[in-house]
């Protein structure tokens, strides 16, 4: 069974479309996570939610939109996509703010 | 500001050479410490961790001490495998923010047979 599980696990899409990743965790835990990881490998939190509430919201483009509909799903909608979006996106959970399970990630390519 | 510094890759070693991959961080008050894998084609899986001074988490092989007055945080293994080839990041949760994990840029390790 899948801890942390995200789709779609690719997404190309053009210039200007709005998209959604979404995320679902089966473990339980009371607090999710987004991340970006760019092409150098570079990891940085983009939001987080604790039982539907959201806790962290870094400095991101508010094109982007979190939303956490219960404690086991947190999904990310994208609006007017731009080339620099392209990255890989990781949902990621835990408990009580210890470590995380990390879901496979979501490549998203914007041409 | 918080944050983690570590060394840049890719390193590079044949089958059962010693590993050591460096971690410094900077950080106010006593930070949780944490060496996360990443597998290529994969998410990223917590490898151990340390909660707090002179702890030393370890898995699988891997170890790493968490060293409060030098502020590191090096992972080191002492026969590297041809399937520990992966990217390995180093990251911090601070005290003051429970739910914030903040990781260094990654080293990216190669083993050769």
């Known amino acids: 069974d899948t801890a942390v599980s995200q789709t779609p696990k690719y997404l190309v899409t053009q210039m200007g479309n709005d998209k959604s990743i979404k995320c679902e965790q089966n473990l339980g835990h009371d607090t999710m996570y987004w991340y970006k990881q760019d092409s150098k490998k570079f990891l940085k939190i983009m939001f987080s939610?604790?039982?539907?509430?959201?806790?962290i919201n870094e400095t991101v483009p508010n094109r982007f939109s979190p939303k956490s509909p219960d404690k086991a799903h947190l999904n990310l909608h994208i609006n007017s996509l731009e080339l620099g979006d392209s990255a890989v996106y990781f949902c990621a959970s835990s408990q009580d703010g210890q470590g995380g399970r990390f879901g496979s990630g979501t490549r998203l390519t914007v041409v | 500001g918080n944050s983690v510094t570590q060394m840049e890759g890719p390193v590079t070693l044949s089958e059962e050479a010693f590993l050591t991959i460096n971690c410094t961080y900077t950080a106010t008050g006593y930070p949780s410490l944490f060496w996360y894998v990443q597998y290529p084609g994969e998410g990223l899986q917590l490898l151990l961790k340390?909660?707090?001074?002179?702890d030393k988490g370890s898995n699988k092989g891997f170890e790493a001490t968490y060293r409060k007055e030098t502020t590191s945080f090096h992972l080191e293994k002492g026969s590297v495998q041809v399937s520990d080839s992966a990217v390995y990041f180093c990251?911090?949760?601070?005290?003051?923010?429970?739910?914030?994990?903040?990781f260094g840029s990654g080293t990216r390790l190669l083993v050769r047979p």
């Open positions: 990251a911090l949760k601070a005290s003051d923010s429970s739910y914030k994990l903040i």
């Open positions: 939610y604790n039982n539907k509430e959201l806790i």
């Open positions: 340390a909660t707090k001074a002179d």
